[in-house]
C-alpha cells in the first residue's frame, strides 16, 4: 500500500465513523433480531401477529421520532415489559449509552433483570456486546450489566433517592409507577428525579412509564397519560367497517337459562348494533402494516412531546384470556359490590379495563354499625373461624387489647375487646405488671364453637407512642410466641405488612443484638382501605363480624377516621386522619390484626389450605386443655342459659389493682390466677368435633378465671374460659 492509499482509507474511516447511525427502529429491530424463550407463551421469533398494538409503541420508542415521553396505560400482561425489553435490547446494540430501568421493589427488581439475562442469551448480537456473566466479574450483575460503547444498563428500586441520584442516563424506563413511593426520602417525586437523571442529554433523551392504574384521582400513570397524546385502539366492526373502541358499555354476557352458567360474552357495534364475537378478533386486531384496518386514534394533542396509549385486556390475542373470562370476572365484582364489598370491581377495573377506580359508597357510621352488630357470645370462636389473633394498641397508662378469630377469605370476627390499666413502663417480670396480664391472656385459650379450646397463632403490638423501647423489650423476650413488634409505615402505598424486618436492637458499638426486637413496618393507608371498602359486607369473604355487647364507643373508634386529600408540591396526597383528641385504638388494633393475618399468608390461603388446616386440627388436637372443657359442655344441660365451669381457687389479689374499663365502665372485683410454671401452647387449634344434634342446641359457655380487677372486657367479666396448667 503506497502512501496515497493509505492517505485513502484513513479518510474513508474517518467519514465512515462520523456518518450517523441508520435510521433505528424498535419494532423492526425486534421482528429481526428477538427470539421469545420456551417460558414465553408464544416462544419463538417475536412478531407483532400476537400483539399488533404493540407495533406503535414501539416505533415511537425508536431514538429517531420525536416524543420525548411514552406512556402505556394498558391492562395486566399485555405487552409493557416485553416491550421495554425490546426497547432496551435495541438500544444495546444500535445506541449504546446508559439505560436506567427502574421498579418499585427488590422482587421485581430481580424479575426484570433475569428476564434481561434471558433476551441477552437468546440474542447472538446482544450476547457479543454483553460481558458475559461470571461471579466475580462487577460488570454483569443483577443491577447493572455493562456493554459495548462504555455504556451500562442500571436495574434499581425507585424507593430511594440514592439510586436516582447516582446515575445519569438519556434513556430511562420506569415500570408499574402507580406502585411506586410518592415522595422519596423527602426529595420529592420519583418521576422528577428520574427525569433529572438525563438533564444533560437534552432532546437526545426519552422516557418509557408503564402501569396498570390504582385509586382514581391519586394515580401516576393517570396524570401522565392525560398530558399526552391520549390514544385507544380502534377496531373495526365486522359488519359495517365502523372503527370505534371496544368499551364496557358495548360489552355484554349471557347466562343460560336452564343451567344458569355464562356462556356467550360479546360486543355490540356503536354504529350498526351488530353482535361482534371472539372468533371477530384476529381479524379486527390486525393493524394498517399487517394489511388490516385497525390503528391509534389520538384524543387531543397533549404537551407537544407525550405519546400516551391506553388498552383493556379485551384485545388480548386469542390464546390469551377470554372476553367470557373477563365477564365472569365482571359478573362476580359485580355480586361483590351488592355485599358492599369493591375490591374486586377495583381490581376488575385496574387489571382489566386499564381504569383508576372510584368507589362511590357512602361512609358507613357508627350507628350502621351497631344495627349491624350480631349477637354471638365474645371468646366463643365460630365454627369457620380457624386462626386466633391478638392485636395490642400501647397507651401511656393502658393497653387496649382486641382479640379476632379469621376464616376463608379474611372473614373475622373481633372475639373480644379488653382495656388493661396499667403502666406499660412497668418492667414485663415485675408482679402484676400490665405485660404479666397480657402474658395470661395469650396463654388463656377460647372456646371453639366446636367445644374445644383453641390457642391463639399469634399476637400484635404496636411500637408507636412514648413506650416504643418498652415494647421492644417485651417484644424481643417473646418472639419464640409469635409476638410481633409493629409500626405505621410513614409513607403511602406500602404493603399491609412489610416482607422483612427491621431489627432494632443495637449494642454500644452499634452493632444489632442476636435475638433483638424486629420491627414489622405496616401500610397502614393501604390496610384502612382494605378495612372501610368491606365495612359494609355481612357475609362471606373480608367481611367483619362484631358483637352486640361491645359498648358504644368502640363502634365510634371504628368509624372516627376518614380518607382525605392532602396537596403536597403540587400533588394529590391521600391519607387517613381523625379529629383533634378523638379515640380510635379499636380502628387501630383491627388494622394490626388484619396486618397480622397477612404475615400469617392468610390471604394466600385457599379453600383446600383452610380444610387441610381444619384436618390437622382433628389429628392434632390439644388433650390437655380439651379434657376440662369437653368434659364441661358435655354437662351442660340442652337449654339456653349459659353454664360455667368450675372456678379456679382464688389467690391473692394485685396490691393496688383497681380501675374500671372505659368501654365498659364496670369493675371488676375477682383476683389474678397466681403465677404458675406453664408450657407454652402450640400454635395449631384444638381439634373439631361434629357439631350437636338438632334436638340438643349447645348453649353459650363461660368459664371464669381469676382476672386482675383492671382487665375488663367489652362485658365487664373476669377472662373466660380455663388457664391451661402444666
Not at 424463550?37 to 400476537?50: E, I
Not at 412509564?209 to 380502534?234: M, R, W
Not at 383528641?581 to 385457599?606: C, F, I, M, P, Q
Request: aromatic share 8%; hydrophobic share 35%.
Amino acid at each position: 500500500m503506497n502512501l496515497a492509499d493509505g492517505y485513502d482509507l484513513v479518510v474513508q474511516t474517518a467519514i465512515e465513523a462520523l456518518r450517523p447511525d441508520p435510521e433505528l427502529r424498535c419494532d423492526e429491530w425486534a421482528e429481526e433480531y428477538v427470539v421469545l424463550p420456551k417460558s414465553n407463551a408464544k416462544p419463538g421469533k417475536f412478531s407483532f401477529d400476537h400483539s399488533y398494538p404493540a407495533r406503535r409503541v414501539h416505533q415511537v420508542l425508536s431514538p429517531g421520532h420525536p416524543c420525548k415521553r411514552v406512556v402505556a396505560r394498558v391492562a395486566s400482561q399485555m405487552f409493557k415489559t416485553q416491550t421495554a425489553l425490546n426497547w432496551i435490547g435495541s438500544l444495546i446494540h444500535r445506541r449504546p449509552r446508559n439505560i436506567l430501568a427502574l421498579e418499585p421493589t427488590d422482587t421485581l427488581v430481580k424479575r426484570f433483570s433475569a428476564r434481561v439475562s434471558t433476551m441477552i442469551r437468546n440474542t447472538p448480537v446482544l450476547k457479543e456486546r454483553v460481558a458475559a456473566a461470571k461471579s466475580r466479574d462487577s460488570r454483569n450483575t443483577v443491577q447493572a450489566k455493562d456493554f459495548l460503547g462504555d455504556a451500562t444498563l442500571y436495574m434499581n428500586t425507585a424507593g430511594s433517592a440514592a439510586n436516582l441520584a447516582e446515575v445519569s442516563a438519556p434513556y430511562i424506563y420506569v415500570d408499574e409507577i402507580d406502585r411506586l413511593v410518592l415522595d422519596v426520602d423527602g426529595e420529592g417525586d420519583p418521576i422528577e428525579l428520574a427525569e433529572a437523571r438525563a438533564t444533560q442529554y437534552a432532546n437526545d433523551a426519552k422516557f418509557f412509564y408503564t402501569s396498570s392504574p390504582a385509586v382514581k384521582g391519586y394515580s401516576k400513570i393517570d396524570t401522565l397519560f392525560d398530558k399526552g397524546s391520549q390514544e385507544s385502539y380502534h377496531v373495526p366492526c365486522p359488519h359495517c367497517g365502523h372503527l370505534h373502541e371496544l368499551v364496557l358499555q358495548n360489552f355484554h354476557y349471557r347466562r343460560d337459562d336452564v343451567t344458569g352458567f355464562m356462556d356467550r360474552a360479546w360486543f355490540t357495534c356503536p354504529d350498526c348494533g351488530g353482535d361482534i364475537e371472539e372468533r371477530h378478533k384476529p381479524a379486527m386486531l390486525r393493524d394498517e402494516a399487517a394489511g388490516g384496518q385497525a390503528r391509534w386514534v389520538a384524543s387531543t394533542q397533549g404537551d407537544g412531546e407525550t405519546i400516551s396509549f391506553t388498552l383493556s385486556a379485551f384485545y388480548m390475542p386469542i390464546g390469551a384470556i377470554t372476553w367470557l373470562a373477563l365477564a365472569r370476572q365482571l359478573a362476580h365484582a359485580k355480586e361483590c359490590i351488592k355485599r358492599g364489598d369493591h375490591g374486586a370491581m377495583q381490581v376488575f377495573y385496574n387489571t382489566r379495563l386499564a381504569l383508576s377506580y372510584e368507589n362511590s359508597d357512602k361512609v358507613t357510621t357508627a350507628q350502621e354499625l351497631r344495627e349491624r352488630a350480631e349477637n354471638y357470645p365474645p371468646r366463643i370462636v365460630p365454627d369457620p373461624a380457624l386462626i386466633v389473633t391478638m392485636a395490642v394498641d400501647t397507651q401511656p397508662d393502658r393497653l387496649e387489647v382486641q382479640i379476632e378469630g379469621f376464616g376463608p377469605g379474611l372473614q373475622h370476627w373481633v372475639l373480644d375487646y379488653l382495656v388493661l390499666r396499667g403502666d406499660p413502663s412497668t418492667p414485663p417480670d415485675e408482679p402484676g405488671s400490665v405485660w404479666q396480664r397480657l402474658d395470661e391472656i395469650r396463654r388463656t385459650p377460647l372456646l371453639h364453637a366446636s367445644g374445644v379450646p383453641i390457642y391463639m397463632t399469634a399476637y400484635a403490638i404496636d411500637a408507636g407512642g412514648a413506650n416504643t423501647q418498652d415494647v421492644y423489650n417485651y417484644g424481643s423476650q417473646r418472639r419464640h410466641l409469635d409476638c410481633v413488634v409493629l409500626h405505621g409505615h410513614s409513607r403511602p402505598n406500602k404493603p399491609i405488612i412489610s416482607s422483612t424486618p427491621n431489627k432494632v436492637d443495637i449494642d454500644w458499638g452499634g452493632h444489632k443484638t442476636p435475638g433483638g426486637a424486629e420491627l414489622w413496618a405496616v401500610g397502614t393507608d393501604v390496610a384502612k382501605d382494605w378495612l372501610s371498602n368491606r365495612m359494609q359486607l355481612t357475609e362471606g369473604p373480608g367481611a367483619m363480624h362484631f358483637h352486640d355487647r361491645l359498648h358504644a364507643d368502640w363502634f365510634e373508634q371504628m368509624v372516627v377516621e376518614r380518607p382525605f386529600t392532602r396537596w403536597h408540591k403540587g400533588r394529590p396526597l391521600r391519607e387517613w386522619r381523625k379529629p383533634n383528641g378523638a379515640r380510635n385504638e379499636a380502628w387501630d388494633v383491627s388494622v394490626y390484626n388484619l396486618a397480622l393475618a397477612h404475615k400469617l399468608g392468610l390471604h394466600n390461603w385457599t379453600s383446600l389450605d383452610w380444610q387441610m388446616y381444619r384436618e390437622k386440627m382433628q389429628r392434632n388436637g390439644d388433650l390437655f386443655a380439651a379434657d376440662a372443657a369437653v368434659q364441661a359442655l358435655a354437662q351442660v344441660p340442652a337449654s339456653d342459659a349459659p353454664a360455667a365451669l368450675p372456678e379456679p381457687s382464688p389467690v391473692p389479689a394485685v396490691p393496688g389493682a383497681t380501675a374500671a374499663s372505659p368501654m365498659d365502665g364496670e369493675v371488676r372485683t375477682s383476683a389474678p390466677p397466681e403465677p404458675v410454671a406453664q408450657q407454652e401452647p402450640a400454635p395449631a387449634p384444638a381439634p373439631t368435633p361434629a357439631p350437636a344434634p338438632a334436638s340438643a342446641p349447645r348453649p353459650s359457655v363461660s368459664v371464669t378465671v381469676g382476672a386482675a380487677p383492671s382487665d375488663h372486657n367489652a362485658l365487664g367479666r373476669p377472662l373466660p374460659l380455663g388457664r391451661r396448667i402444666l
